[in-house]
């Protein structure tokens, strides 16, 4: 028996989202805990699962921070490195009035890129039964080789491997860098996740179903492309299901996508679900619950603590 369901390894930041203006007319930042991989792992939590989080964040105020939201969810931190040489990452957002985001990141390094493998207790590697990871932790060394060799352990150890791409154009100092890591890191997942906007840069196609099918084809089991308001396509090898999202009163979308990644996430260990036969109905179902929690996530401001609880996602489904 496995002590985690699901344990994450990435970036671990505060996101400075806007919050009006003050009394002098100067723009206001809300301190929003965020970051993709605990963005996830908060929907996964939230749906009774025990998880945990990799990562490294400065010894400084917003570090301090940070470990005690997640520990507050909760997220296991025994992972989580303090390090007094960096600074904790930060990334202020920017948002248009129907809630779509711009970002600017304080970054340069920040201390999620300077995580060494030497750092990580492999021993949590072998304990989860799933491990997810984004691709900022692939911008830069250490992290990116950290984050590699985390994955073969944890897949060689029987973990079902999770990706989420999330692309972050800001922090890479390349597209072509960008799509090469992106896609070098797509062949040792099991399950991925991508947005509409990012099939292009992981696949050779733009259209959705053609970048599902292909990824299936070059061997992942499950992949589901995130369609914005539209709801999500999922894809693999028995075919392929349009799952239609939730109306909602969008607010911030910072959190939507990782948010219904944790929730299909969740669902799929709550319902045991073979990967390896999955179903459409399946399929359908999990990616239905994750549209649930985004739906409910794009609705409050920031990532981590808009992220909804099960019982709130139970009465979305309702609908």
Known sequence: MKKFDVVALGELLIDFTPAGLSATGMRLFEQNPGGAPANMLTAVSRAG??????GKIGADMHGDFLRSVLESVPIDTGSLITDPSVFTTL???SLSITGE?????????????????????KDILADTKIFHVGSL?????????????AVRIAKEAGAIISYDPNYREPLWD?????VEMMRLMSTFADIMKISDEETSLLTPYNEPLAAGKYLVENGIKLVVVTLGEKGALAVSKTGYVEVPGFKSNVVDTTGAGDSFWGGLVARFLNENVDLDNISTKQMYDIARYGNAVASLCVEKRGGIVSIPTFDEVLERLKQ
């Open 137 to 149: 932790s692939l911008t830069d060394e250490p992290s990116r080789s950290a984050t590699f060799e």
């Open 101 to 121: 985001r711009g970002f600017s990141f304080a970054r340069k390094p920040g201390a999620d890129t300077k995580l060494c493998i030497e750092e990580i207790n």
């Open 49 to 54: 699962l025990k998880t945990a989080f990799i």
């Open 91 to 93: 990334a202020f957002v």
């Open 174 to 178: 390349s597209v072509e860098n960008a």
